[in-house]
């Protein structure tokens, strides 16, 4: 966008008129919006010309990078051609036909249909609505408590917040709503004790059983979660924990949901977290990188028991914009470059094990380092007080903040969860971009382990 405008005015009639998502709005009012302006590859620009890695692609999105000619004259051919048209009352349009088809041969087998929507909330939200329904069509409508984890997000909206766990998140809005419970995470860094990663999956896994049993299998409807949790901390489920959490699923009759929203396109370095974890799920929900975060999308792939039965009638559910043409056809661009480049396979064979290799090895015996994790292009690392205790700082010193924002004079973005300094880069990222990438995270932690060491801790 062209504009004469300079920094301190867009600064001030962001901070004057836009409500920010997940901002603390006081400080913000204080200190302004960095206001980005231009992407290419890997790299942001803002209005006064500094240069970032996105270390975090967007929100964990734009898989094919930025600036992608093929993207951007999808958009165009399609808006001239059929800018919008709506999928209701019997009618379709010609991308959203055929990403559906594409769709059904990527997913793991079995899920072959799909319900479209604009962001990753609506299509947990859509699963929520679906699942009450399909056990209603089923004839047991007492089965319809949803279990999931805490620290887990699913997003805002009432039943994507209260599928997720993050209690600072349900202490706006009275949330979870009725009927959501929640289970600990398989985070063995912080509750795995003297246990080893694979006792400890067994018994995260147990407490859903447990949760399953306590409200009665009954009444059980489904169980969500994201096979790696990412916003929650960048969670990697130790190896006995999905088949663990598949077999109680199995047993008790609880409906299996992958929210792929994250981990889909590749981020894992298969298409599908749920192919990297063995899973094999009733749902999945998908979004961000089905399009690389350049239009809104969404989708919800039904595998065939719950196709089965919806599809005996209707589900009274949609969106204006379910199923847009225009973002339909960025997907099918979109995922032909996934394709096309191998990149998908890149990640997995090749640029995903070297981002956990490097960052282990530069990384894993920094004393202010607890823990390196990761997988494919989804890594962190858990910063600590005391590495040999597992002992983490205080919340409100901040560390976290305080590394993130030494990263971003570094010219590097990452993110900050917590005192979790996570990283997902776009997907295109070469082993070059992943040297710089880890040479200034690590610059940016070398300097938050100065600043302790000096006790000039003001944060
Ligand atoms: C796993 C997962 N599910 C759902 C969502 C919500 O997606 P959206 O922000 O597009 O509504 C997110 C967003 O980060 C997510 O990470």
């Given at each position: 966008m062209k504009s004469d405008r300079k920094t301190a005015e867009w600064q001030r009639i962001d901070a004057a008129h836009h409500i920010h998502p997940f901002t603390s709005l006081q400080v913000f009012d204080k200190e302004g919006a960095r206001v980005f302006v231009r992407g290419e590859g890997l790299e942001l620009e803002d209005s006064e010309g500094h240069r970032f890695i996105d270390a975090m692609a967007g929100l964990w999105c734009v898989q094919v990078g930025y600036g992608r000619r093929e993207l951007a004259d999808a958009a165009h051919a399609q808006m001239?051609?059929?800018?919008?048209?709506?999928?209701?009352?019997?009618?379709?349009?010609?991308?959203?036909?055929?990403?559906?088809?594409?769709?059904?041969s990527l997913t793991p087998p079995g899920l072959d249909h799909f319900m479209f929507a604009n962001s990753g909330s609506e299509a947990v939200d859509t699963a929520v609505?679906?699942?009450?329904?399909?056990?209603?069509?089923?004839?047991?409508?007492?089965?319809?408590?949803?279990?999931?984890?805490?620290?887990?997000?699913?997003?805002?909206?009432?039943?994507?917040?209260?599928v997720g766990g993050w209690s600072s998140m349900h202490a706006h809005g009275d949330l979870p709503l009725p009927g959501f419970e929640h289970v600990m995470p398989p985070y063995w860094y912080v509750h795995g004790g003297e246990?080893?990663?694979?006792?400890?999956g067994v018994v995260a896994a147990g407490a859903i059983e447990q949760?399953?049993?306590?409200?009665?299998?009954e009444r059980v409807a489904a169980f969500f979660g994201e096979p790696l949790m990412g916003a929650g901390g960048v969670i990697v489920p130790p190896s006995t924990y999905w088949p663990e959490v598949q077999r109680i699923c199995r047993k008790y009759d609880v409906l299996l949901v992958a929210d792929e929203v994250i981990c889909g396109f590749g981020r894992t370095g298969t298409w599908w977290g749920s192919e990297t974890y063995g899973i094999e799920p009733d749902l999945m929900t998908m979004a961000k990188g089905i399009t690389s975060g350049y239009l809104p999308l969404s989708a919800l792939a039904?595998?065939?028991?719950?196709?089965g039965t919806i599809m005996?009638?209707?589900?009274?559910?949609?969106?204006?914009?379910?199923?847009h043409p225009t973002a339909a056809a960025v997907a099918l661009a979109n995922i032909r470059i996934l394709e096309e480049e191998g990149i998908v396979e890149r990640v997995g064979n090749?640029?995903?094990?070297?981002?956990?290799?490097?960052?282990?090895?530069?990384?894993?015996?920094?004393?202010?380092?607890?823990?390196?994790?990761?997988r494919g292009l989804l890594a962190a690392v858990e910063l600590v007080e005391d590495k040999q205790t597992r002992k983490r700082f205080e919340a409100d010193r901040k560390v976290g903040e305080f590394c993130w924002d030494r990263c971003l004079?570094?010219?590097?973005?990452?993110?900050?969860?917590?005192?979790?300094?996570a990283l997902s880069p776009p997907l295109v990222a070469v082993r070059s971009d992943i040297d710089e990438i880890v040479r200034r995270l690590v610059a940016g932690i070398d300097k938050t382990a100065e600043h302790l060491r000096s006790g000039g801790w003001k944060a």
């Open positions: 001239l051609e059929l800018a919008y048209y709506n999928t209701f009352f019997k009618t379709s349009t010609q991308p959203v036909a055929e990403l559906s088809e594409k769709l059904a609505r679906l699942i009450r329904h399909f056990w209603n069509l089923e004839g047991r409508p007492e089965k319809k408590v949803i279990i999931s984890r805490e620290l887990g997000y699913h997003g805002s909206t009432l039943a994507a917040a209260s246990l080893s990663p694979e006792e400890f949760k399953i049993l306590e409200v009665g299998p039904l595998g065939p028991r719950v196709a005996q009638g209707d589900f009274a559910h949609g969106f204006t914009y379910s199923g090749d640029t995903g094990p070297y981002l956990q290799e490097e960052l282990q090895l530069a990384l894993g015996d920094h004393p202010l380092v607890g823990e390196v994790r990761g004079e570094n010219g590097l973005i990452p993110r900050a969860i917590g005192d979790v300094i």
